[in-house]
């Protein structure tokens, strides 16, 4: 997966490793573990460069990376770096180590959140190893790996999680079949065929697993691109299956870079965020719903999808395709009443 061409980049580690979690909302986690602060694999989608984490630290990471790099910190466009945190494992034990009592029973915890917990940096120093353990030991969470690296499906890390199969449920996003698509978008991952490999030897092996749609971009629409990837992931051995559309956090222009101008994709990218065309982007993210639904409900497992919609794209007239708002997990700021903002959604409620 390309580790050898990334540039290590160190910065001081959080206070605390182990932090609440904002994915509540999804019925992720209500906790999260990140043991990197920018994640090496380079997915141009990727939604956490724009996070806080990185603004709250802008100035240190840009001059850590002119000082690496000798070039201007683009947070979009970082290229092949990964940020680590100086002793993060030492901040993790100290922070267990100041908990008195028992931690995170019936409480999910996210590793990771904001980055990829088996990214290269982390697995050949053994930090992704040793966190774990120190999780399974000194904490009573149970563990979500999330993760875009199929090294979770090789036999030394089915050991592991089978070994400890009660605390751990593992999920690899996988937003597409398309291995050369992904070679753009998601640069250094593994790629998505492989992910859905490990995915089974996962569940071949018991250990409880999840679906992750996410993000799908509308090339799933075209023919029966959606339902194949739906059949991959083996739902009925899922706990659940999360899907969601492709949310632009400042990064499209980056995005459509992967795209050859002129392409489907680099024109509707052009219509959507250059020339403000709301509606096509509510077209994609109701038909990915009515697709989800409509699988779902004829192969019977319609209650464990969890289709995370930020209903504020969603233009008037698709707002009926929600009727009922099944299998929805509603991601726009809410009103104050807790109702959607969107009118239309908010009279579905
Ligand atoms: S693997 Fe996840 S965290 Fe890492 S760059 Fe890709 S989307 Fe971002």
Not at 191 to 197: D, W
Request: with cysteine; aromatic share 10%.
């Amino acid at each position: 997966m390309g580790s050898n061409r990334i540039t290590n980049i160190e910065i001081d580690s959080d206070k605390n490793v182990i932090q609440e979690s904002t994915w509540g909302k999804k019925e992720l986690a209500e906790y999260k573990v990140d043991l990197l602060k920018l994640c090496g694999f380079g997915c141009t989608y990727c939604s956490s460069n724009g996070g806080m984490h990185i603004s709250m630290q802008l100035q240190t990471i840009s001059d850590a990376f002119t000082e690496a790099k000798g070039k201007k910190f683009d947070r979009y466009d970082v290229g092949d770096i990964v940020i680590t945190l100086k002793g993060v494992l030492d901040t993790l034990q100290r922070q267990l180590d100041d908990r008195r009592r028992p931690w995170g029973k019936g409480k999910t915890l996210a590793f990771c959140q904001l980055t990829d917990g088996f990214s290269p940096h982390l697995l050949r120093t053994g930090t992704t190893r040793r966190a774990l353990e120190m999780l399974i030991d000194r904490t009573e969470f149970r563990i979500r790996v999330l993760t875009k690296s199929a090294i979770v499906g090789r036999p030394e890390w089915i050991r592991f999680f089978s070994d400890h199969a009660d605390r751990f449920v593992v999920g690899l996003s996988i937003g597409s079949l398309n291995d050369i698509w992904a070679r753009c978008v998601e640069r250094l991952t593994s790629v998505p065929t492989s992910r859905v490999k490990a995915l089974h030897a996962l569940q071949d092996a018991g250990i409880p697993t999840y679906g992750m749609l996410c993000p799908m971009f509308p090339e799933v629409l075209d023919g029966d691109h959606i339902e194949r990837l739906m059949e991959a992931i083996r739902p009925d051995l899922c706990e659940h299956v999360w899907a969601e559309p492709f949310n632009d956090r400042d990064n499209w222009e980056y995005v459509r870079k992967c795209y050859f101008e002129g392409s489907t994709m680099w024109n509707w990218m052009t219509d959507v965020y250059e020339n403000g065309r709301q509606d096509l982007w509510s077209d994609y993210a109701t038909a990915l719903y009515q697709r989800l639904k409509s699988k779902a409900a004829s192969d019977g497992w319609m209650k464990k999808l969890r289709y995370l919609l930020y209903e504020d794209g969603i233009v008037a007239s698709d707002a009926a395709a929600f009727e009922g708002l099944d299998g929805v997990l509603l991601q726009s700021k809410p009103r104050l009443d807790g109702r959607s903002r969107n009118k239309a959604i908010a009279a579905l409620q």
